[in-house]
């Protein structure tokens, strides 16, 4: 009798998850790398930004003669400070930067407080004509602004506002742009159980807004904040109708009045341009990086 021998099974491995072929970088926890093309791109990008500035300050050092010549300087000249001083003292711009650091201060704090209000109620409450009055809100931000002159300076007359600062403070304390930039944050970044929490708890709606509100928004009103800090600041057709540059200029009316004559010296012009950026500059320097991690925050947060 013969005896047939089972060869022992042989157990075939399992088959191995596949390596990823995304390089260590790209994968989930890694840190993404810019490669070399993307720094020249930037570097670019950077270099085209930072070119109006730079001109301007090479303008500002250089005399109306070398600037009339061709080719133009590329490079800064002896006369940037000699320029800045006739430019502070001929612009009276000590004066202009105090009325505009008040018009920008005021009008920005108006728009973020107001256009927080007003956001917040067309974002999460319930009324009749929400979404008309909405509709009604984007509209005016059609309307070309220029439109409005003729009717505002004949209201500032009659209230005898001229060369007043109040006269470019009132027309700039709302902003439909606020309006509808705070609704479109609000709708994503603050969630309907919060404030039905707040409800259950006995807040009234305006401690909502004070407790639950404003600590949401806080990363938008930021920036909304210094959006609308810079444009009052380069704000010129408006405040070059009200204001004289013997009364209470601002900034933009108070440059205007440099260079005038037969020649106009572009020198001093470029001069009061560039102390009239340097403290926007100043306030992103300072501010800059607050305002991006509040963005980046409140969008993890949303």
């Known amino acids: 009798m013969t005896t047939t021998v089972t060869p ?6 399992a088959p191995q998850p596949k390596r990823s072929r995304l390089p260590r970088s790209a994968r989930a926890g890694g840190t993404l790398h810019a490669g070399p093309v993307a720094y020249v791109i930037l570097g670019l990008f950077t270099l085209v930004s930072l070119f109006p500035l730079v001109w301007t300050a090479i303008a500002a050092s250089r005399d109306n003669q070398r600037l009339a010549e061709t080719p133009p300087p590329f490079w800064f000249g002896a006369n940037l400070f000699k320029n800045l001083e006739i430019a502070w003292r001929d612009a009276n711009l000590g004066e202009a930067f105090l009325n505009t650091t008040i018009v920008a201060g005021i009008s920005a704090a108006t728009i973020v407080v107001l256009s927080t209000i007003a ?13 008309a009055l909405m509709l009604v809100v984007i509209g005016t931000m059609m309307v070309p602004p220029q439109l409005s002159v003729i009717p505002l300076y004949m209201m500032v007359a009659e209230l005898d506002w001229t060369d007043q600062l109040q006269a470019v403070v009132f027309p700039s304390l709302v902003s439909a742009f606020g309006v509808f930039f705070m609704r479109q944050y609000l709708i994503q970044a603050l ?41 009052a600041w380069n704000d010129f057709l408006w405040p070059f109708l009200v204001l004289t540059q013997t009364g209470n200029p601002t900034v933009q ?29 100043l306030v992103f320097a300072i501010f800059g990086k607050q305002i991006v ?9 949303g």
């Open 8 to 13: 022992p099974e042989t157990k075939t491995p």
């Open 119 to 131: 956001g917040f109620a067309f974002a999460k409450l319930r009324f009749k004509g929400r979404n």
């Open 191 to 231: 969630p309907d159980e919060i404030i039905e929490a707040a409800r259950v708890d006995g807040a009234s709606s305006w401690r909502v807004v004070w407790h639950v509100v404003f600590p949401t928004a806080r990363p938008a009103m930021a920036v909304l904040g210094m959006l609308m800090f810079v444009q």
């Open 253 to 281: 009316v108070a440059i205007a009045g440099l260079g005038r004559g037969y020649t106009p010296d572009q020198s001093l012009i470029m001069a009061g341009a560039l102390l009239g950026t340097l403290p926007l500059l």
């Open 293 to 301: 991690g509040g963005i980046m925050q409140g969008a993890v947060k």
